[in-house]
């Protein structure tokens, strides 16, 4: 019996004798990654800057003159064959101002311009080829003949002329013509395109003679910027 009371005295001295009160319960903190922070603020930052610049962007327009209408190489310009339009454009894309639309009539166009392209101030010039002075020329050209860049009016060109296709290399320095290219015709079926030349109206016979033969050369000497 006294072993059975001991063990009872031991179990109430070792019971609880207030309320009980629940450990809290701390949830797992997750480790923070600094460096995602700080690109999602990037990110944000970015995003708002592009947006700043669309909307930007889409307000900064400038009238400009374009063509209303196809204008043939040669011809001189009417209020007719003008219009403007509110683009924007890059700075480097030369452009004339809406301002002056009205002193681009009476002028005469350099190239074939084609309806709804923004007009470029070397497209125009005052009179036509050829001036005082000059001769117009047309030399006909295949494709081996012209550099692979293409040829547009303005191109210096030194025109060369070479010996007949079964003669020997010339051993002297051959006869050059400096010209300027006024205009390129589209090729015809046989792949010959036309190249309206200003030279010298000196050399004006001699180079007919060579576009009579097709005894001639083309180098280029410089390109127009388009």
């Known amino acids: 019996m006294?072993?059975?009371?001991?063990?009872r005295r031991e179990a109430a001295a070792l019971a609880p004798t207030g309320p009980q009160r629940l450990a809290p319960v701390?949830?797992?903190?997750?480790?923070?990654?600094?460096?995602l922070i700080t690109a999602g603020v990037a990110l944000s930052a970015l995003g708002a800057l592009v947006a700043v610049w669309l909307v930007s962007s889409a307000g900064d327009r400038t009238d400009v003159v374009m063509l209303a209408r196809d204008v043939?190489?040669?011809?001189?310009?009417?209020?007719?064959?003008l219009t403007t339009t509110a683009v924007a454009v890059d700075a480097s894309v030369a452009t004339v101002?809406?301002?002056?639309?009205?002193?681009?009539?009476?002028?005469?166009?350099?190239?074939?311009?084609?309806?709804?392209?923004?007009?470029?101030?070397?497209?125009?010039?005052?009179?036509?080829?050829p001036g005082p002075g000059e001769a117009l020329v047309p030399l006909p050209a295949t494709a081996e003949r012209l550099p692979a860049t293409g040829l547009r009016p303005g191109d210096r060109l030194l025109v060369v002329d070479t010996p007949t296709q079964a003669a020997d290399p010339p051993t002297e320095r051959p006869e050059t013509f400096d010209v300027v290219v006024a205009r390129v015709g589209a090729p015809n079926l046989n792949g010959v395109s036309v190249i309206d030349v200003v030279a010298a109206a000196d050399d004006g016979p001699a180079l007919a003679a060579r576009a009579a033969t097709g005894r001639f050369a083309l180098v280029l000497l410089s390109h127009e910027e388009p």
């Open 2 to 7: 006294a072993t059975s009371t001991d063990t």
């Open 26 to 35: 701390v949830p797992p903190r997750g480790r923070r990654r600094p460096g």
């Open 72 to 81: 043939a190489y040669g011809t001189t310009l009417t209020a007719d064959d």
């Open 97 to 129: 101002g809406a301002e002056g639309a009205s002193s681009l009539v009476g002028q005469v166009a350099t190239a074939d311009l084609a309806a709804g392209t923004l007009l470029a101030p070397s497209d125009v010039a005052p009179a036509g080829p």
